[in-house]
């Protein structure tokens, strides 16, 4: 049975989606961006901060759903400029230890929603 993973401690919203959906043990958590959830604000001073935003909605997502980061199988990180790549891996290293570190792209796209700079999806199961 499908069951909706919703929290207050990571963005609601802003579109006819849920933060995430478990099923049969995997987790599936939408698309984050860098919406401080107790402010509604962007956190958009620079792309370090903007990442930690990002993964820190992960995050409580993931906790929220009983998971945690070490859980997660794979992450789709999306990108509106390649030359921030090195400065994203930075941060993402913080949260992702390399020995258990999960499958993942990252791609440059045109534009994302309210045109920040990363968003980041994930599939984690345990």
Not at 23 to 44: D, H, K, R, W, Y
Not at 71 to 84: G, I
Request: proline content about 5%; aromatic content about 8%.
């Amino acid at each position: 049975m499908k069951k909706i993973i919703i929290t207050k401690d990571a963005p609601q919203p802003i579109g006819p989606y849920n933060q995430a959906t478990l099923f049969n043990g995997m987790l599936f958590i939408s698309g984050q961006i860098a919406l401080n959830p107790e402010t509604g604000e962007l956190v958009m001073d620079s792309i370090e901060n903007e990442t930690h935003q990002v993964l820190k909605n992960l995050g409580a997502i993931l906790k929220e759903a009983g998971y945690s980061y070490d859980d997660v199988l794979k992450c789709s990180v999306f990108v509106t400029d390649m030359h921030m790549f090195s400065r994203i891996n930075a941060i993402y290293s913080q949260y992702f230890k390399e020995e258990n570190a999960p499958a993942r792209e990252l791609v440059q796209v045109a534009a994302l929603p309210r045109f920040v700079n990363v968003e980041i999806s994930v599939i984690a199961a345990k």
